[in-house]
């Protein structure tokens, strides 16, 4: 009786444990691609729980639903010319300059526009978490990335989160800047750089070796004004569970900062989804800073995800944290200029006519100066 029992007993646990598994899965495949516990549920049981097989899966039958949708990306403006029809498809991907109309270039009054004059020696950047995922009110939001563009004009900018029609809009729509992307489906990565600052040599993707959620590290070497940068851009593992693996990516990150050249300035930044405490046992090699804490911690521009703020994701609780980082490797060969941050801010904290933000990230923006 006595071991039927503990037998009995013993089983409980691996039934609640496969359980208990599984609802994590839907919860995370729920957070990364946006969508309820339900779908999740569905795509995971379509594809034996395989994460990664069920977000392909899911993002795939997704990226069809988006090209599908009338009007999704097609912009309304009465300066294109060419009326004939096309598909959705052609229309999105024509990159024809006649037929571009550059939302980076327009002028905003000067009282508006807080960056310096285009010879500054400054560096500029933003990063930011623009949600692609989430595709409500898509095109408005991405018409609302580009306008921050021509408020802030930065030299770089880090993405994350986006998919095809987001980067095809952009290029057709911010025709300043040359577009580098980490990957081709679902989503992924990118930076831009805008061509009269910053001149582009080359790039590469870094696989993350043990990801389930198909993240990887963009890098770029490119010039500024006479400089060698390596610039760096990540979406870390998501979850509140996953930060074994998302310490694993850090300590990538932190690898590749410190093996560049001691003639080059490095700068990471991206949708981190870090907690303090990860970061404290992973460690920051000497020579690289947080630049916000290198900044005197502002509390204005602390938390990057923030639902008290933010209602972009419908949630029952409030959630603020500093998942969006930058970190700062300077050059230090003996000759090199020396840049330091100087300015950090968030963006997007204005709600756009559709009611809802840019993102449900806030961005980051930052400047460097030659020290």
């Known amino acids: 009786v006595e071991n039927m029992a503990s037998s009995s007993d013993s089983d409980k646990p691996s039934v609640s444990n496969v359980e208990e598994s599984r609802s994590r899965q839907c919860a995370e495949f729920a957070a990364i691609a ?12 379509e594809n034996d729980w395989e994460m990664e097989r069920a977000l392909n899966s899911f993002f795939e039958a997704d990226m ?29 991907e024509e990159k024809a300059p006649t037929d571009c109309i550059d939302l980076t270039e327009d002028s905003p009054t000067p009282a508006q526009k807080p960056t310096e004059e285009e010879g500054s ?40 989160e986006l998919i095809p029609p987001y980067v095809q809009y952009l290029k057709k729509r911010a025709v ?11 989503y992924f990565t990118g930076m831009m750089l805008k061509k009269s600052r910053v001149k582009f040599e ?19 070497r490119v010039s500024f004004r006479g400089q060698k940068l ?33 003639d080059v300035t490095v700068v990471f930044g991206g949708d981190t989804n870090l907690r303090d405490t990860e970061v404290a046992k992973v460690g ?13 911690k502002q509390e204005h521009c602390r938390y990057t995800w923030d639902t008290k703020a ?45 009611g809802r933000y840019t993102s449900d990230h806030w961005g980051i923006y930052c400047s460097f100066s030659a020290g």
């Open 34 to 45: 946006g969508t309820d516990s339900a779908v999740a549920q569905c795509y995971l049981a």
């Open 202 to 220: 080359e790039s590469e993707v870094v696989s993350y070796p043990t990801t389930q959620m198909m993240r990887n590290l963009l890098v770029a």
């Open 230 to 262: 390596c610039l760096m851009t990540s979406h870390l593992e998501s979850c509140k569970a996953h930060g074994q693996e998302r310490m694993k990516q850090l300590r990538l990150v932190m690898q590749r900062m410190q093996e560049a050249p001691d």
């Open 176 to 186: 300043s800047y040359l577009i580098i992307e980490a990957g081709e489906d679902n």
């Open 310 to 354: 933010n209602n972009n994701k419908s949630v029952n609780y409030v959630s603020r944290c500093r998942f969006d980082r930058i970190y700062f490797r300077p050059a230090n060969k003996e000759g090199v200029p020396r840049l330091a941050p100087d300015h950090m801010a968030l963006v997007g904290l204005d709600k756009l006519d559709c």
């Open 64 to 92: 069809e639903k988006i090209f599908e949708t009338d009007d999704i990306f097609e912009v309304q403006d009465v300066q294109e010319r060419d009326s004939s029809p096309k598909s959705k498809r052609q229309k999105v």
């Open 121 to 160: 020696d400054k560096l500029s950047l933003i990063s930011w978490n623009v949600d692609g995922l989430d595709t409500d009110n898509l095109a408005e939001r991405a018409r609302g990335l580009c306008s921050y563009l021509v408020l802030y004009t930065p030299d770089v900018v880090f993405l994350q």
């Open 284 to 296: 920051l090699p000497s020579a690289v800073c947080d630049v916000w804490e290198r900044l005197g």
